[in-house]
């Protein structure tokens, strides 16, 4: 079973031409703090600093997830990430190849692609999950421990969740078993028994 994962953003990047440059693709692969729509019986949150510490990975831009159509790869130079207030943020020189242009580029400038997503592995203790007040099972993210790549996609089908589904179901038969109850109550027990000892 493999534990990568990817998820899909809509309106989230664009292609752009100046002049005689190279057109660059330029979009978001997530967005911080926002709800991704229902997935497999959770919706996710990204947190400000889940990415940092996978900017440094050898990020691949794929068009579709595809590695037959490369768009850059960071360790060349003609992919950068980032993040900013908004998310994590991408900007790749697309190869000037015919076949790109025609797949990609032509359908991003027309508007016929609009949406971008990313390939990742959570990191062991990276997740939270939760109900909130609805009693919408939310997995919250706050660390990754592989960026595989950022691509704009055609569909949002590339949604892979297996390996969130399988986290989601475990949270909920420790929540049902009591053993989360268990482990709060355990925890809690620990912190006030530092409490005492520091006082």
């Given at each position: 079973?493999?534990?990568?994962?990817?998820?899909?953003?809509?309106?989230?990047?664009?292609?752009?031409?100046?002049?005689?440059?190279p057109?660059?693709?330029i979009?978001?692969?997530?967005?911080?703090?926002?709800?991704?729509?229902?997935?497999?019986?959770?919706?996710?949150?990204?947190?400000?600093?889940?990415?940092d510490?996978?900017?440094?990975?050898?990020?691949?831009?794929?068009?579709?997830?595809?590695?037959?159509?490369?768009?850059?790869?960071?360790?060349?130079?003609?992919?950068?990430?980032?993040?900013?207030?908004?998310?994590?943020?991408?900007?790749?020189?697309?190869?000037?190849?015919?076949?790109?242009r025609?797949?990609?580029?032509?359908?991003?400038?027309?508007?016929?692609?609009?949406?971008?997503?990313?390939?990742?592995?959570?990191?062991?203790?990276?997740?939270?999950?939760?109900?909130?007040?609805e009693?919408?099972?939310?997995?919250?993210?706050?660390?990754?421990?592989r960026?595989?790549?950022?691509?704009?996609?055609?569909y949002p089908?590339?949604?892979?969740?297996?390996?969130?589904?399988?986290?989601?179901?475990?949270?909920?038969?420790?929540?049902?078993?009591?053993?989360?109850?268990?482990?709060?109550?355990?925890?809690m027990?620990?912190?006030?028994?530092?409490?005492?000892?520091?006082v």
């Open positions: 079973m493999s534990d990568r994962e990817t998820r899909c953003y809509s309106g989230e990047v664009r292609a752009e031409q100046q002049g005689e440059q057109t660059r693709i979009g978001y692969g997530s967005v911080f703090n926002s709800r991704s729509e229902p997935l497999w019986g959770f919706r996710e949150i990204i947190k400000p600093g889940a990415f510490d996978v900017l440094g990975d050898d990020v691949r831009g794929l068009f579709n997830h595809d590695p037959n159509f490369i768009l850059g790869r960071s360790s060349s130079g003609t992919l950068t990430v980032g993040v900013d207030d908004k998310g994590l943020r991408y900007d790749i020189n697309a190869p000037d190849t015919q076949t790109i025609d797949l990609v580029l032509a359908p991003m400038l027309r508007g016929d692609i609009n949406q971008s997503s990313f390939a990742f592995r959570v990191a062991r203790d990276g997740e939270h999950w939760f109900e909130d007040e009693g919408i099972v939310i997995r919250e993210i706050s660390r990754f421990s960026l595989f790549d950022v691509s704009p996609v055609t089908a590339y949604q892979e969740a297996d390996s969130g589904v399988r986290s989601m179901k475990a949270w909920q038969e420790a929540r049902d078993s009591g053993a989360l109850q268990n482990a709060i109550n355990q925890r027990a620990r912190e006030r028994l530092l409490t005492l000892l520091n």
